[in-house]
């Protein structure tokens, strides 16, 4: 969704509706993001209510009157719903699809065929990286998780020397790449071209996933040295279906978006005329709302179909797909009413104040941003928008490729060191049977390094384009 769509729902985008000084605006965040924190780790509160609650506060502590303060929450709610709301939708049925057919056992099964002794670490990154292109991080794990645990029993490999590898890749397509709910909000927010922030992030994502998965798990595994909990075992998806699609179409389908997407940024780079018929249908199919609705109807007859599944499975998939979306979607929705919070009180325009005057880079800036809140909030995404909403006023002078670098930096910040705030660490944790100071030294870890290398690769990049 373009910026057009945020400046039609914004109550006020421009003019702050406050005109508090920086050390109040501080610590109103400080204040707003405090509340946040507090609501979801000591009271448990949802995090649609926690960052709700929040934004409120934050308008409060700035000295908004309380009118202005819910304009802006709810304006910055739906234009973000209204700008990722339907992707959110469309990966979670391609997702389900892959899942329901078969479609992503019939990748795992392919590739482990063919993968053995050394290369299975290998394998077990190409295998998450796949099959977490359309699918949330948690989704990605129930899925991957008895992949994970009978390839380290069978093969007797060590369960952190097949899992990290397997996490690392989920883990990187969560933070770094769209269509992924975090950057596609962050693209929206800083108003960064799609396709070359999808281009940028595979590059970053490629040597990042390699350190922190197949390099990184050798040392996990002396750590932690741990055989797979029989008890978690479950059962797969295609054990219950007659026929399941073929490894090359199930894969074509999975890139289809990808591809449309990156072909979309190509033709804007090798044509750059808007007027042409060329660049008009590339802008249109390349678009993430027809790429992605175009794999999902593909999705019905190369997975769908080709499972076996009537028209009625079809439709009891799809309508399965969506209910537990519901959640995400409204963490999303609110954590866009919070960036739209900070935004209207002027938090963007003190931290382009403090960058101007600390001589901070402003990816290094923003990566910091988001390493903060995640480790605050917990939740990659929430870190993701909140960021992204305060450091989206130094975009406005960067040019196309340095606005994907911002996106960028945020996702890898929004990864630092996944802790005790985090569901992703107590779903590790349980699938692996780990107790609390394992799981600090194989995800935490990992997560560490995956924010800490992509980081630096995305300052590296500033540096050369």
């Known amino acids: 969704m ?22 109040q605006l501080g610590i109103a965040v400080l204040a707003g ?50 700008g990722v709301g339907v992707l959110i939708a469309l990966g ?12 992503a056992d019939q990748i795992v099964d392919t590739i482990l065929a063919r993968a053995g002794g050394r290369a299975m670490p290998w394998a077990m990154v190409l295998i998450a990286s796949v099959i977490g292109l359309p699918l949330f991080f948690e989704v990605g794990i129930v899925l991957l998780i008895p992949v994970v645990l009978m390839v380290a029993k069978r093969g007797n490999y060590s369960l952190m020397r097949i899992g990290i590898p397997a996490l690392a890749g989920l883990s990187v397509m969560h933070g770094l790449i769209p269509p992924h709910p975090g950057p596609l909000v962050a693209i929206d927010a800083v108003e960064a071209n799609l396709g070359v922030t999808l281009a940028l992030g595979v590059l ?9 998965g197949p390099l990184f798990s050798k040392y996990a595994a002396r750590w932690v040295d741990v055989s797979a909990p029989e008890k978690m075992i479950p059962q797969r998806p295609s ?7 073929g490894f090359g179409v199930t ?44 794999a999902v109807i593909v999705g019905m007859f190369t997975l769908g179909r080709a499972a076996g599944f009537t028209k009625e499975r079809l439709s009891t998939t799809v309508e399965k797909s969506l209910a537990p979306i519901a959640g995400v979607l409204m963490i999303v929705g609110a954590g866009g009413g919070f960036k739209q919070t900070l935004i209207d009180v002027g938090v ?57 670098l911002l996106v960028l930096a945020i996702g890898a910040g ?31 870890v990992m997560e560490t390094i995956i924010s800490v290398v992509a980081g630096g690769l995305v300052l590296l990049l500033s540096l050369i384009i």
């Not at 970053?204 to 922190?212: D, E, G, N, R």
């Open 348 to 404: 963007g325009q003190m931290i382009l104040d403090f960058s101007e005057d600390w001589s901070i880079p402003a990816l290094l800036l923003a990566w910091l941003i988001a390493v903060a809140i995640r480790l605050a909030t917990g939740s990659a995404t929430v870190a993701t928008i909140s960021a992204a909403g305060l450091v989206a006023p130094l975009a406005a002078d960067m040019s196309t490729s340095h606005t994907a």
């Open 414 to 444: 929004s990864l630092f060191f996944s802790h005790v705030n985090d569901a992703g660490f107590w779903l590790v944790k349980e699938y692996f049977g780990l107790d609390v100071g394992q799981t600090i030294k194989t995800w935490s």
């Open 33 to 82: 993001i405090a509340v946040i924190v507090l609501l979801i780790t000591k009271f448990k509160l949802h995090a649609f209510l926690a960052l709700t609650v929040g934004s409120l506060a934050l308008g409060a502590f700035a000295g908004a009157p309380l009118d202005k303060a819910i304009a802006s929450f709810t304006a910055g709610l739906g234009s973000t719903v209204a």
């Open 92 to 103: 979670a049925i391609l997702g389900k699809l892959l899942a329901d057919s078969g479609g």
């Open 239 to 245: 054990e219950d279906l007659e026929k399941r699609p």
């Open 2 to 23: 373009t910026s057009l769509s945020v400046e039609m729902l914004a109550a006020d985008p421009v003019e702050p509706i406050t005109s508090a000084g920086h050390a």
């Open 251 to 294: 894969v074509a389908t999975v890139l289809l978006p990808v591809v449309l997407m990156l072909a979309k940024a190509l033709v804007d780079i090798v044509v750059d005329d808007p007027g042409t018929t060329v660049q008009r249908v590339f802008d249109v199919i390349g678009s993430p709302l027809i790429a992605l609705l175009a």
């Open 204 to 212: 970053v994502a490629i040597p990042t996933v390699i350190i922190a």
